[in-house]
Structure formats: C-alpha cells, structure tokens
C-alpha cells in the first residue's frame, strides 16, 4: 500500500488552532454525543461510529485509529474542535479509505462545514481564513449523493466499509 504525503497537515493544525483553540471543553457525555451527531449528519451508519476512549493520564495518542475504529482523547484535549477533528476523519475513511490525504481538501471543507454549524460561525470566514494561509480544499463528492437538493437521499448506498 502506498501512502498518500500529507502535504498540508502542519498548515491544517496552525489554521485549527488559530480558529478553534478556544472551542469550548466538553465532558465525555459530551464528546460522545458531539462525534455521534457528526458522525450522523453524513450519514454514518450507527455500526460504524467509532469507538470513543477516554485517558486521563495522557496515555493515549489522540487521534482516529481506523484498524481498530476508535477516536482517542486524552484529558485536556475533550472540546469541540478535537472532537470534530476526529470526527471528519472517522467519516472520510468511510467513505474513501485511504485513498485521501489525511489533512488534504475534503477534509478542510468538512472541518468548515461542520465547526461552522457547532459554532454557530459563517462557514465562509473559516474558507476565507483557510485560503489566506495557502490551505486547498474541495467539496468531498460523497456529499452531492447523500444530500439531495438540502435533504438527505433515501436509499443511500455510498457508504463503502473497509476491512
């Protein structure tokens, strides 16, 4: 397997955290109930959420594991930006394993779609802010097969699930 370079990850964190470093802290209810939401707006079936684990030592390596299709959090990292974060690539994974970059244009676009619905903020700033620093992004095409004209299709069959 050849894997994709992550061309613009350490932009993708420097433009995260001059956004969204001060998204507010969220109890492990919370984060639970953050991924699933997100993870049911794109139309994650209920089987293939992630696993969420909690540390509160700092033992885990935060991220999205998606051999064992789990989102780890350590203590000090449960708000609404990481949650998100893992989130987008939990549901990107679904729907094109790993034939995308981690950090690359889809990405970008869901990560501002979607904090710009947590937050309540216009997703345009956020392409804005992520355009000024270089950052590409694109519209992931799964998004025009589950939503149709604003709704959500019925009978979807796009999600592809990877073993």
């Not at 433009?15 to 209810?29: D, G, M, Y």
């Not at 991220?63 to 893992?86: M, P, T």
């Not at 619905?117 to 997703?123: I, V």
Request: glycine residues 6%.
């Amino acid at each position: 397997m050849i894997e994709l370079r992550d061309f613009q990850r350490s932009k993708v964190y420097r433009w995260e955290r001059k956004n969204f470093s001060k998204s507010r802290v969220l109890t492990h209810a919370e984060c639970e109930e953050t991924i699933k939401k997100i993870c049911t707006l794109y139309k994650m079936p209920k089987e293939l959420t992630p696993e969420i684990a909690f540390s509160n030592n700092g033992y885990f390596y935060p991220g999205f594991d998606y051999g064992a299709n789990k989102i780890s959090i350590n203590k000090g990292q449960n708000n609404l930006w990481l949650c998100c974060h893992e989130s987008i690539h939990a549901i990107l994974y679904m729907y094109y394993g790993l034939s995308r970059c981690w950090h690359g244009g889809e990405f970008v676009f869901l990560m501002s779609e979607t904090m710009s619905k947590l937050e309540k903020r216009p997703k345009t700033d956020l392409i804005e802010s992520a355009s000024k620093i270089g950052i590409q992004y694109e519209k992931p095409d799964f998004l025009n097969r589950i939503y149709k004209n604003g709704r959500h299709a019925k009978n979807n069959s796009d999600v592809r699930i990877h073993s």
